[in-house]
């Protein structure tokens, strides 16, 4: 085949909430790395990108995508094969799907926790000890070792930005700049294997995945981390009815930080997203709460109805 042929394929990072877990919906198979699901555009049968995506998506993993958004172009050489000058040049172009949770009905399909991947993005509990026992040395023998005052400096930058080193304030929407600094100093295991070299990554930072899927996933919750607090996205993922305990609870588990809960009760009801049902639930334990739905009339209402975070960091 020649060099210069150019494929386009189709990724989905297909994305639920269930107990608390943000979850992504991967091809797993025993033994080998988790893929998005992802299958060639053909441009002879399908009139468009995303008519193509729900076709080859539906075969393969049997779910009908709802809300789906594009993402990006992913054509980074040598990210797709084991060898750059391996075939056809493979451009993807990744989209990230919301969907309610519901079991698997396609073989080889799992819903896969996404911290699993991305271990030091979860703030909920703590800042993540591998941040300071891991991350971070690694990074500062990265700086050293580069090539010039400038370059060492530049990744001093990056490594600052995006861990919060030296007092500067987490950024919970740069998950792909954190993502893409770790491959670039060597710390996930894509790296090695993309260079064709035996890995000596710490296992701890999380779990590769197939081709540059991982990639793929970072802009995906990067994308839903920073849309959520402009666009009422989250309830997407929600009950046609739920408790407002469980809507915070959706939204700290996909932005992977604690919310305050008088702050996030006062921005909802100041954003009217939610109205009361009449209706409350009925907890094993405890009193009944209130049950709430979307007020889908906010989208004609305010230009940019969200959930914007106030966390307890």
């Known amino acids: 085949m020649s060099p210069n042929v150019i494929s386009i394929g189709l990724s989905a990072a297909i994305v639920s909430v269930e107990q608390e877990q943000p979850l992504v919906l991967v091809v797993a198979h025993d033994g080998a790395e988790d893929a998005l699901p992802f299958g060639p555009f053909n ?67 799992r819903w896969r926790g996404w911290y699993q991947y991305f271990p030091w993005e979860d703030w909920r509990q703590a800042r993540p000890p591998m941040i300071d026992g891991i991350i971070l040395p690694a990074l500062k023998k990265f700086v050293k070792e580069a090539a010039s005052p400038i370059a060492a400096e530049q990744r001093r930058n990056r490594m600052r930005l995006c861990f919060g080193d030296g007092g500067l304030p987490w950024d919970e929407e740069k998950v792909l700049e954190r993502y893409e600094l770790l491959y670039e100093a060597g710390l996930v295991r894509e790296a090695a294997r993309d260079a064709g070299k035996q890995a000596k990554t710490p296992p701890e930072l999380g779990s590769p995945m197939l081709y540059d899927h991982r990639r793929i996933l970072a802009t995906a919750i990067a994308r839903l981390r920073g849309k959520m607090k402009y666009r009422p996205v989250v309830f997407e993922l929600m009950a046609p009815s739920f408790t407002l305990l469980e809507l915070q609870r959706t939204v700290e588990a996909l932005s992977g930080a604690r919310l305050h809960k008088q702050n996030f009760r006062r921005l909802v009801a100041e954003q009217g997203l939610v109205e009361g049902t009449g209706k409350f639930s009925a907890p094993t334990r405890g009193r009944p709460a209130e049950l709430f739905s979307f007020r889908r009339e906010v989208l004609r209402e305010r230009p940019a109805p969200g959930v914007r975070l106030s966390s307890r960091r």
């Open 43 to 109: 441009p002879v049968t399908q009139r468009t990108l995303e008519s193509g995506l729900r076709k080859w998506v539906g075969e393969q993993t049997r779910f009908d995508l709802g809300y789906t958004e594009q993402l990006y172009t992913f054509g980074d050489r040598g990210r797709h094969s084991p060898s750059p000058d391996d075939g056809a040049r493979v451009v993807s172009v990744g989209y990230l799907a919301l969907t309610r949770p519901g079991k698997p009905q396609a073989p080889d399909t």
